[in-house]
Antibody, heavy 120, light 106 residues
Framework: QVQLVQSGAEVKKPGASVKVSCEAS????????INWVRQATGQGLEWMGW????????GYAQKFRGRVSMTRNTSISTAYLELSDLRFEDTAVYYC?????????????WGQGTLVTVSS | DIQMTQSPPTLSASVGDRVTITCRAS??????LAWYQQKPGKAPNVLIY???VLESGVPSRFSGSGSGTEFSLTISGLQPDDFATYFC?????????FGQGTKLEI
């Protein structure tokens, strides 16, 4: 079945970087954009950006530009989110999500989430 | 950026009730709006897309309406499994934005 499986929880110190992976299965990885969304504990959903796995093209929310990078490895159908210069307020669950189609960008399937904790 | 204003933040209801959650966009987004349900510790799941289209497998007690800037999600005949948090999302233009969420509780 269509599935996104993310890497496990991470604990990082302020100023460090984290890289979260999102492995796709059950569909053609290069045919659908992957978006990243995060959620701080008890808070709402915050969109971070998108990546086209076919071209590698990306677009990031203004808030994260300069600190975020979304990449992929098509040979293993895996997308990556890297966030650098971590701050305490980056503590959140990070989700990858696949869009429904090229013309309809609601989220058809989500990863299970990866908790990133920034702590000194 | 398009702001999504969702209300109410919390909604108390009982099994069997009919409830409505609203979402207002700060700009016209046509019908490029989705509704998601999220349960504690889980990723969101889509209920409605294109403002009113029910995703396959979602019970028919869920319905969505609206266009332009005003949207609503209605649940008719609440079931115990429906007590969760609901979010709207506009996907008309980047950056995609979400409403603040509505926690539906007993």
């Amino acid at each position: 079945q269509v599935q996104l499986v993310q890497s496990g929880a991470e604990v990082k110190k302020p100023g460090a970087s984290v890289k979260v992976s999102c492995e796709a299965s059950g569909f053609t990885f290069t045919s659908y954009d992957i978006n990243w969304v995060r959620q701080a504990t008890g808070q709402g959903l915050e969109w971070m950006g998108w990546m086209n796995p076919y071209t590698g093209g990306t677009g990031y929310a203004q808030k994260f530009r300069g600190r975020v990078s979304m990449t992929r490895n098509t040979s293993i159908s895996t997308a990556y989110l890297e966030l650098s210069d971590l701050r305490f307020e980056d503590t959140a669950v990070y989700y990858c999500a696949r869009v429904a189609s090229a013309r309809s960008n609601w989220y058809y399937v989500w990863g299970q989430g990866t908790l990133v904790t920034v702590s000194s | 950026d398009i702001q999504m204003t969702q209300s109410p933040p919390t909604l108390s209801a009982s099994v069997g009730d009919r409830v409505t959650i609203t979402c207002r966009a700060s700009q016209i987004i046509s019908n490029w709006l989705a509704w998601y349900q999220q349960k504690p510790g889980k990723a969101p799941n889509v209920l409605i897309y294109r403002a009113s289209v029910l995703e396959s497998g979602v019970p028919s007690r869920f319905s969505g309406s609206g266009s332009g800037t005003e949207f609503s999600l209605t649940i008719s005949g609440l079931q115990p499994d429906d007590f969760a948090t609901y979010f709207c999302q506009q996907y008309n233009s980047y950056p995609y934005t979400f409403g603040q969420g509505t926690k539906l509780e007993i």
